[in-house]
């Protein structure tokens, strides 16, 4: 098998424990939110849900809506950041759970996907059923500009899943393709979840922006990792079987980066591979040596760097507070998954 680039740090990782520290209560609230939200009398709905939402994860969709909420000064006794934060989750779990029926995914977070389980008209119906408590809450929540800012993420989301979709196994998709997807796909979400926050702390100025931005800028950042870790060789580390991407035909950028560098010979195995999914015995070891002789891993995570480095600035004009570092943590930690 051929080398792998080396992710592994030598120094103490940055962690979310900070920032999950300061936002214990709000988050134990929000996980009661969830169980309670995805009751319903047909049993196959709360046990399908509780299959993803219950498996445990970051949380980080939610996490920023609440600290981005405390970070604007929210401090009012109403339980409305707690179900936007919900809703958020809602909105991300839906999406797990097509995009996995989608990309025929068997591991999630290192068990069997929903989809494995119950099958694939199972997993989609309930997806839909979350994304209808999502708008729910929205609505419980009285605010139409909360609204639109979350129900534009939901269909930008799922105008980049369509992209991808119609993107996939073409090689010679560019950069831009590639950012606009995973812009849509994931960092619309992200930028939501923290702009929500600020939006029903009362900051509709220059702090929504910012942390609209952040959260743009972190999901971003995020994607990026998250695409470079599938070419790393860590299947513990990420949660999911290491080379599904390659193994779907997925344009990452990874793959993108190879192709444009690699000479004939490298095309046409790029070529064999991802757009006609003619894959054999060692090809991935073969992807994993191309991606690592032509620094493509490591531009992947120094572009993830880039993007990360814009999400901390976002927070410039917020004064320095044990929330503002812990989420300045967190982007090393969205990044440092990496090493």
Known sequence: MATVVSLEGKRKSPSLEPLLALCTDDMARVDREIVARMRSQVPLIPELANHLVGAGGKRMRPLLTVAAARLCGYSEASDRHIKLATCVEFIHSATLL?????????LRRGKPTANTVYGDKASVLVGDFLFTRAFELMVEVGSLDVLGVLSNASSTIAEGEVLQLVSQRDISTPEATYLEIIKAKTAKLFAAAAEVGAMVAGRNGPERVALQSFGMNLGIAFQLVDDALDYSGREAKLGKSVGDDFREGKITLPV??????????????????????????????????????????????ERARHYGAMARDALG???????????????DFAIDRAH
């Open 317 to 331: 004009l917020f004064p320095g507070t044990p929330l503002k570092a812990a989420l300045l943590e967190a982007v």
């Open 98 to 106: 097509h995009d996995d029926v989608v990309d025929v995914s068997a």
């Open 256 to 301: 993108i980066l190879a192709f444009l560098r690699g000479g004939a010979v490298d095309r046409e195995f790029w070529k064999r591979t991802i757009e006609k999914l003619d894959q054999r015995p060692g090809d991935l070891e073969q992807a994993y040596s191309l991606i690592e002789r032509h620094g493509a891993l490591a531009d992947t995570l």
